[in-house]
């Protein structure tokens, strides 16, 4: 209960930065929660010191994103070589992904009918553009003109980059009609997706299914126990090659923030032992500490925000699933679901997706 306090209590104080109003709501619970259950002073004092902790990751952040920007805007030309990604999309002429330049990833969008995505991959060329934004340390570049003629391959790839490579290029020489979308929901990154699909994606509330999360993870997990416990293997053998995975997992989605707290969840889960009984929503409440306090910008991304509004509120639920049948908490999980990715989707989308509790159950 402590660890769900502390996390409420620092995200009260992200909250009082942006929406006040809902800062004072959850500060106001917490107090609730501490005068009913008495607890120590000593635990106030630390439940105080992550409000604050939290005001200060905060200021830091925009301040340092905003210095950031400011030194984009002086040098917003880049004519220089560049090393392009790994991974690379493309819809019809426009290209979009990612290229190192100065020790620092940048995301660009290009625009051409001639060159195709493949062109690029893992190779250095000389391109010209300029710096459009800066959201969150992640910077965007539009670039005019890519000199292809004297680009060089990247001999230094690492083995998930040429899986990956290896994976896309099966998926898109199948017979898939949209293997963009596939991709998308393995690994969450919905760059190659046409904007009108996930504009329509958002409009019947099943945004949230594009983000990694909890399910995929507990798919893979699944997978592998089940496999390998029919080959009477111990079980401490096969936690560690599942968290082995699960680390793996991480890298293929490129540290997505739904599916690091996915994973961290889960290994967090096998590495504590039973003696301790942490409960579900404790383990969650951990993890968000953990991953805002070590990056503050995670704490802005949609993903991030729909995994765990939308985790914590079905585990907030569990009472409910008691002694129900299946069909019941599928109904249960799904209207939770819906009614607490809501808050994200009024927020971020200014969309009310009634028809999302009908979506969400033929979908989800």
């Known amino acids: 209960m402590l660890v769900v306090l502390y996390a409420l209590s620092f995200l009260s104080g992200i909250l009082w930065v942006h929406l006040k109003l809902f800062s004072i709501l959850i500060f106001t619970i917490i107090l609730i929660i ?5 607890i120590p002073l000593y635990h106030c004092l630390l439940i105080l010191s992550f409000f604050f902790l939290a005001l200060f990751q905060v200021h830091h952040t925009l301040k340092t994103n905003h210095l950031i920007l400011q030194n984009l805007k002086v040098h917003s030309n880049i004519h220089s070589k560049v090393t392009f990604q790994n991974d690379i999309k493309q819809f019809n002429q426009i290209i979009k992904g990612q290229f190192r330049y100065k020790h620092n990833l940048y995301h660009f969008t290009f625009k051409s009918p001639q060159l195709r995505a493949k062109d690029l991959k893992n190779r250095e060329c000389k391109i010209n553009g300029n710096i459009t934004n800066s959201i969150q340390n992640e910077v965007y570049v539009y670039i005019n003109q890519i000199d292809n003629k004297y680009c060089t391959k990247v ?9 990956l490579n290896y994976i896309q ?5 199948s017979s898939l009609k949209y293997p963009e979308r596939v991709l998308a929901l393995i690994t969450g990154d919905t760059g190659a997706i046409d904007t009108d699909y996930l504009d329509k994606v958002k409009a019947i509330g099943i945004y949230h299914l594009l983000a990694v999360s909890g399910s995929h993870v507990a798919t893979i997990i699944f997978i592998i126990q089940y496999s390998l416990v029919r080959f009477n293997i111990p079980k401490l053998f096969i936690r560690v090659f599942i968290i082995i995975i699960l680390i793996l997992f991480i890298f293929y989605t490129n540290f997505a ?18 003696a301790f009984k942490i409960s579900s929503i404790s383990v969650l409440s951990l993890v968000f500490l953990l991953m805002t306090i070590w990056n503050m910008n995670f704490a802005y991304d949609i993903g991030f925000q729909f995994s765990f509004i939308i985790s914590f509120f079905i585990l907030l639920s569990k009472p409910l699933f008691n002694n129900q049948s299946i069909l019941k908490n599928y109904i249960y999980i799904t209207i939770i679901a819906q009614f607490s990715s809501m808050i994200i989707s009024i927020y971020h989308f200014n969309q009310f997706q009634w028809i999302g509790f009908i979506s969400n159950v033929i979908f989800v």
Not at 34 to 38: M, N, P, Q
Not at 257 to 274: C, G, H, Y
């Open 34 to 38: 501490v005068y009913r259950k008495s």
């Open 155 to 163: 001999n230094h790839i690492s083995f998930i980059d040429k899986h």
């Open 169 to 173: 290029n099966k998926l898109y020489h």
């Open 257 to 274: 923030p739904s599916a690091l707290r996915a994973v961290l969840t889960a290994i967090t889960f096998f590495i504590i032992p039973k």
